[in-house]
């Protein structure tokens, strides 16, 4: 069936159009988009396409007539055309934009890649990926790191800055939080838990009040590595730190940042003064059993337990009356004597050893002493302290006696100049004496009464005096309790 | 009183602004006896004559020259373009002219120049951009772009008040789909100010105009799950109210940036700045962004919402951040 050929409209408002130029006779054959002929109008000239592929059969138009638009022109037979010659993709046509036969991917690039004429060849090389690559660009850059197997740096522990802050605010190593995140990443979150249940504690100046971390049962009896100064096998002071081959058996734990600070202080106050102890047997029968025959009435009209504390604070105060220098600091060449005794009592927590200082002593009676030195262990131990608690100690007392200990041999908490250790009160046999020299075995409660001394401004002689008023005082008590 | 559609509220902002101050003028192609493309101004010319109501021909430069001409005379032009896709047509007016006028001559250009922009209505790449990032690298201009019906009034008031140049993107997507009461009263929303559109403890999401909706939606679903976004509606681009980022950052910690602009040079990467200047040690996580991807807007209705950033990637990208 032929193909009309007619004359387009080409503008909205163009009616008619002339033909200027048949470019085909009939009978030629003619593909389909080849140009046919040309028209004129009033807006534009034009080359006009084949609408088919075949035999032009007829020209019913002759150049130069001008005809409305829509008119039939000519007539194209496309019996030539119905088998083999499928209407093919012009190869060197101007087409209007790349066509898609054949279900090709048109993709529009995004930048132009080749030169503008080979875009009308038709076959783009590579079909430009505008909108996959960016899709690709959409995912997200920022990798989330993977794993733990991934860290290559042991040292360092993964967080962020928010966690990093925290720590620092919080005194916290890091390495000892347990990270939750992504590949074991500390989070906000981890360090927060953290914190709340390990607080830092009371700035004292010296004074861990945090666990340390990893430390067996046994390692609180003799915690107070402070307290006893002892070659404690958790302070070997004279130890170089030597690297040891890590077995497979060994745990290393890293210390946490009060650890570490009593470790420094403990170091520095053996550094700074010069230790000397001087150990003291005390009779304690006659506190005892006042004690004994007291405490009940004593709690009930006051309201505190009466323990032996405020006697050596009692029997302290009077001795350093006598000797002042013992309730001194060394500045530089000078010594400073303090006017007042601000005794620091040394008392033990289930996480460790804090000294809060009971201020101006000397102005105290017995019971005064017992209400602050109780006060103030039931604030340390409900964690209430203040810091100004822990500051300003011109001497202190410490009780190791309480875990069964003979005596020990305490480090002075700097910048003081003495400390005294109460041993453990314990019933032995004595040889005592009478007036008119006799000898006899007697059972009594005895108590060694030790004195951790700076022998840059106290002497042995001062020390031992020193002790044995402290000690002459408890063995003939005859103060008011109150 | 009925609630106000976003077009609304623009129309009602421009007539209060017109009655207000004789200085005022509008200007562009088709406001005035078409009454504009998306009928914003429709009833202007009626009421404040064919010298207050300039229709122009297609001649984005020359309207921006008029208008500029017209501000540094001691009018208040609002030049409106048909859509803010073509701003770039008057390019060298805005950037070179209106935005170093007061800087190089002392000489004020107390204009605003708004028109509709965003996509999501297929409306292909010349009719649905975000230019904005062109502008808000240029000093001397403010760039507003409300989110709401209230703030779109509020802020093309207070726009038209500044004296300083201000170019005011509408998002065409927000016009006739949002709409709220608005109070009877003159009410001026501040330039240079964020808002909080939601608050949460768990991610902030810093974003603009069409997509704060984007976001809100998101926040929806994600607080099923209990998460809760914090969404800040930046409202105005420059100057960026680096205090407002800040805070929210420090509330929440995790960050996604949002908006509808192309992803590379889009004003994404300027707040990830302002945020490690402003709150790097507040980061528990890096901060992501979501935009729309580096090509021009597609036509093709699934191509464009491939494009475009949607709810369920703010909340898979949120879901990440808390895993994190």
Request: aromatic letters at 6%; proline letters at 8%; hydrophobic letters at 40%.
């Amino acid at each position: 069936m032929p193909t009309d050929v007619i004359m387009p409209q080409m503008g909205e408002s163009i009616v008619e159009g002339t033909i200027t130029k048949w470019l085909k006779k009939p009978g030629e054959q003619v593909q389909r988009d080849e140009p046919l002929f040309e028209i004129s109008t009033d807006k534009v000239d034009a080359e006009i396409p084949a609408p088919a592929s075949g035999v032009l059969k007829e020209i019913k138009t002759p150049e130069g007539t001008t005809v409305q638009v829509n008119t039939v022109v000519g007539l194209i037979d496309e019996a030539g055309a119905a088998t083999a010659t499928a209407p093919q993709p012009a190869q060197n046509n101007i087409q209007p934009a790349p066509s898609a036969p054949g279900g090709k991917e048109t993709e529009t690039p995004t930048y132009l890649r080749e030169a503008p004429g080979a875009a009308h060849g038709g076959t783009a090389d590579e079909p430009a990926r505008g909108m996959e690559a960016a899709a690709r660009s959409q995912e997200t850059v920022i990798e989330f790191p993977k794993g733990p197997e991934e860290e290559e740096d042991g040292e360092r522990v993964r967080s962020s800055p928010l966690v990093r802050r925290l720590a620092r605010e919080h005194e916290v190593d890091l390495r000892e939080v347990t990270g939750t995140g992504l590949g074991g990443r500390v989070t906000k979150d981890d360090i927060l838990r953290f914190v709340e249940q390990h607080p830092a504690g009371v700035p004292a100046i010296p004074l861990p009040s945090e666990p340390a971390v990893g430390r067996p049962a046994a390692a609180a009896a003799q915690a107070p590595a402070y307290q006893t100064g002892t070659a404690a096998p958790t302070m070997p002071a004279a130890q170089p730190a030597a690297p040891r081959p890590a077995g497979m058996a060994d745990e290393i734990v890293p210390m946490t940042p009060m650890r570490k600070k009593i470790a420094e202080r403990m170091v520095e106050s053996k550094r700074t003064s010069a230790h000397v102890h001087s150990v003291y047997e005390v009779d304690m029968t006659r506190i005892v059993k006042i004690r004994e025959r007291r405490k009940d009435d004593f709690e009930r009209r006051t309201g505190s337990r009466l323990t032996f504390m405020p006697f050596f604070c009692r029997a302290a105060i009077h001795a350093i009356r006598q000797f002042p220098i013992v309730n001194s600091s060394v500045e530089a060449d000078n010594i400073r004597y303090h006017r007042n005794i601000n005794l620091g009592i040394a008392v033990a927590l289930d996480w460790g050893l804090i000294v809060p200082v009971l201020k101006n002593a000397e102005e105290k009676n017995f019971l005064g002493l017992q209400r602050g030195i109780t006060d103030l262990a039931d604030r340390a131990r409900a964690r209430k302290l203040l810091p100004d608690d822990v500051a300003g100690g011109t001497f202190t007392l410490t009780n190791p006696g309480n875990y069964g200990q003979m005596f020990g041999l305490p480090i002075i908490l700097q910048p003081q100049v003495a400390i005294l250790g109460v041993g453990n009160i314990k019933k032995q046999t004595v040889v005592l004496t009478d007036e008119n020299g006799m000898d006899s075995i007697a059972i009594r409660s005895i108590c060694h009464i030790s004195l951790g001394y700076d022998h840059r401004v106290i002497d042995g002689a001062i020390g031992d005096q020193f002790l044995r008023e402290v000690s002459d005082y408890l063995q003939n008590w005859n103060e008011d309790l109150g | 009183m009925a609630p106000t559609t976003y077009l609304e509220a623009i129309r009602q902002g421009l007539w209060e602004e017109m009655e207000r101050d004789a200085r005022v003028f509008c200007i562009g192609e088709d406001i005035g006896i078409y009454g504009g493309a998306f009928q914003v101004t429709e009833g202007f010319i009626n009421h404040f004559g064919p010298q207050r109501v300039i229709d122009t021909p297609i001649a984005e430069s020359a309207i921006v020259g008029a208008a500029f001409g017209a501000a540094l005379t001691g009018m208040r032009p609002v030049a409106e373009f048909q859509f803010m896709d073509f701003l770039p047509c008057a390019f060298n007016q805005i950037t070179n002219m209106v935005a170093k006028a007061h800087y190089r001559w002392g000489a004020p250009a107390p204009l605003v120049i708004r028109g509709p922009s965003g996509g999501g209505v297929h409306g292909g790449p010349f009719h649905s951009q975000n230019p904005e990032a062109y502008f808000t690298h240029t000093p001397g201009l403010k760039v507003v772009c409300p989110a709401t019906a209230y703030d779109a009034k509020g802020l093309i008031k207070a726009a038209i008040r500044d004296p300083n140049p201000v170019i005011f993107f509408e998002h065409k997507f927000l016009y006739r789909r949002i709409k709220e009461e608005l109070p009877p009263e003159d009410y001026l929303v501040p330039l240079g100010q964020a808002r909080v559109a939601r608050s949460g403890g768990d991610i902030s999401v810093i974003t603009y105009a069409a997509m704060v909706h984007t976001a809100l939606e998101a926040a929806e679903e994600l607080a099923k799950e209990g998460i809760e976004l914090e969404v800040l509606d930046l409202r105005t681009l420059l100057p960026l109210d680096r205090q407002a980022i800040a805070d929210t950052v420090k509330r929440t910690n995790r960050v996604i940036v949002l908006h509808e602009d192309v992803r590379t040079g889009g004003i994404a990467g300027e707040i990830m700045a302002v945020i490690n200047e402003e709150a790097f040690e507040w980061l528990d996580a890096p901060v992501v962004r979501l935009t729309a991807l580096d090509t021009p807007v597609p036509f093709s209705p699934p191509l464009e919402e491939h494009f475009l950033p949607k709810a369920s990637d703010v909340v898979r990208e949120a879901r990440r951040l808390m895993a994190y």
